[in-house]
């Protein structure tokens, strides 16, 4: 059973452009959550999405962030106009209906200059 | 609302030495736990989970942890530590509402020979 699948592994992106973050969760499983890394920090918590809803994006940055996970096909992060201040890890992280386990991807490395 | 308190960010022990990483935990509802690991540059793996039940949890790579409800601590062991068990450690615990987790800031766990 493959494991939750995330790409690409490193993003470089200049200020101003957009990024897009792919996430596949683990077979038979429907709710997928991204978290952001930081330097010398542990992991936010950014959004909790089931598919074709958003349950939870209280941690979501206002602005230029969003988050989808549509019927088919995986979870997109998605950064406008990326900042300097977004360069990070982001990692997916997907669980089965009911469970509050979750199994997290590789994380995708994204570095703006 | 819930937070999570690593009390050491570096771990520094010798090989087949015994290691405790610790965690404290505040909430004012019931709460699941976890212990994460993470490797250079990879994501984060479980290493175990308290969910109800016995309060001594055993996980992979021949950790455990015990469930302190009265001190709100959830403290990491191992009784004989291996090379291969340097990396970084983090303590979780499910949010109020119970759709994302939050993080300590990890314990960065050094073994040497």
């Known amino acids: 059973n493959a494991g939750v699948m995330q790409n690409p592994r490193h993003l470089v992106r200049r200020r101003g452009q957009e990024a897009r973050l792919r996430c596949s969760p683990m077979k038979g499983h429907s709710h997928v959550y991204w978290y952001r890394q930081l330097p010398e920090e542990g992991l936010k918590f950014m959004v909790y999405?089931?598919?074709?809803?958003?349950?939870?994006e209280s941690g979501m940055p206002k602005e230029r962030f969003s988050a989808e996970f549509p019927k088919e096909g995986p979870s997109i992060l998605r950064i406008q106009q990326v900042v300097r201040g977004d360069s990070a890890a982001y990692f997916c992280a997907s669980s089965p209906p009911d469970s509050y386990e979750q199994y997290f991807g590789p994380g995708t490395r994204l570095t703006v200059t | 609302a819930q937070s999570v308190t690593q009390l050491d960010s570096q771990v520094p022990v010798f090989e087949e030495a015994p290691v405790e990483l610790r965690c404290n935990y505040s909430?004012?509802?019931?709460?699941?736990l976890f212990w994460y690991v993470q490797y250079p540059n990879q994501g984060l793996q479980l290493l175990l989970k308290y969910l109800s039940g016995s309060t001594l949890v055993k996980g992979i790579n021949g950790f455990e942890a015990e469930f302190n409800k009265s001190q709100t601590s959830f403290h990491l062991r191992k009784p004989s530590v291996h090379i291969s068990d340097t990396a970084e450690y983090f303590c979780a615990v499910t949010n109020q509402a119970g759709t994302a987790l939050i993080f300590g800031k990890g314990t960065t766990l050094s073994v040497s020979s």
């Open positions: 909430s004012s509802v019931s709460v699941y």
């Open positions: 999405l089931q598919k074709e809803n958003i349950i939870d």
